[in-house]
Antibody, heavy 123, light 106 residues
Framework: QVHLVESGGGVVQPGTSLRLSCAVSGFNFNSYGMHWVRQAPGKGLEWVAVTSYDGNVKYYADSVKGRFTVSRDRSKNTLYLLMNSLRAEDTAVYYC????????????????WGQGTLVTVSS | LVLTQSPGILSLSPGERATLSCRASQSVSNYLAWYQQKPGQAPRLLIHGASTRAAGVPDRFSGSGSGTDFTLTISRLEPEDFVVYYCQQYDSSLYTFGQGTKLDFK
């Protein structure tokens, strides 16, 4: 059974950094691309970033490009999101999600999601 | 690439048919997915490839369309279906979501 567990959220001040983790189990992590998607309180879903199964392809939303970095540790079955220069508008629940296409050069859409971790950026 | 969902809120009764729309500002071929989100929960994939039902999704949910115009149809609404639905395109490297449609009880 696919299982994704996010961690690392919390309350941070504007301009600081935070690293989110997503520990996965129940599938071959090294064969699937992985997404980060966020949802501000009371708002809709916003796609943040994606990495291909091998880490060679990474795409970012314009709102986070240059500030956020997605990476993966194949030995730990863990996905990361390093968030620098955080802003108030980055406040959201951050979800990691597995894409549905095995060994895809360009990742497809998310098909399984974690429960999310809340990041609050506030002074 | 912008996805526009309509209506923003759809008021219906259990047993009725729901038709939700998602329009793309440029063609996304059939790289369109639909998600359901219940309060306090993560989204759940319903439809991918515009019309392929995800595993375990009831057959009252169906998707159609290609190019720029897509539809999610719920043939006979159950009480648990009255939540929020999002479309997402994955044709471009910006995996855009629509703003969502909320299904409300009439």
């Amino acid at each position: 059974q696919v299982h994704l567990v996010e961690s690392g959220g919390g309350v941070v001040q504007p301009g600081t950094s935070l690293r989110l983790s997503c520990a996965v189990s129940g599938f071959n992590f090294n064969s699937y691309g992985m997404h980060w998607v966020r949802q501000a309180p009371g708002k809709g879903l916003e796609w943040v970033a994606v990495t291909s199964y091998d880490g060679n392809v990474k795409y970012y939303a314009d709102s986070v490009k240059g500030r956020f970095t997605v990476s993966r540790d194949r030995s730990k079955n863990t996905l990361y999101l390093l968030m620098n220069s955080l802003r108030a508008e980055d406040t959201a629940v951050y979800y990691c999600a597995k894409e549905g296409n095995i060994v895809a050069t360009v990742p497809g859409c998310p098909d399984s999601w974690g429960q999310g971790t809340l990041v609050t950026v506030s002074s | 690439l912008v996805l526009t969902q309509s209506p923003g809120i759809l008021s219906l009764s259990p047993g009725e048919r729901a038709t939700l729309s998602c329009r793309a500002s440029q063609s996304v071929s059939n790289y369109l997915a639909w998600y359901q989100q219940k309060p306090g929960q993560a989204p759940r994939l319903l439809i991918h490839g515009a019309s392929t039902r995800a595993a375990g999704v009831p057959d009252r949910f169906s998707g159609s369309g290609s190019g720029t115009d897509f539809t999610l149809t719920i043939s006979r609404l159950e009480p648990e279906d009255f939540v929020v639905y999002y479309c997402q395109q994955y044709d471009s490297s910006l995996y855009t979501f629509g703003q969502g449609t909320k299904l409300d009880f009439k």
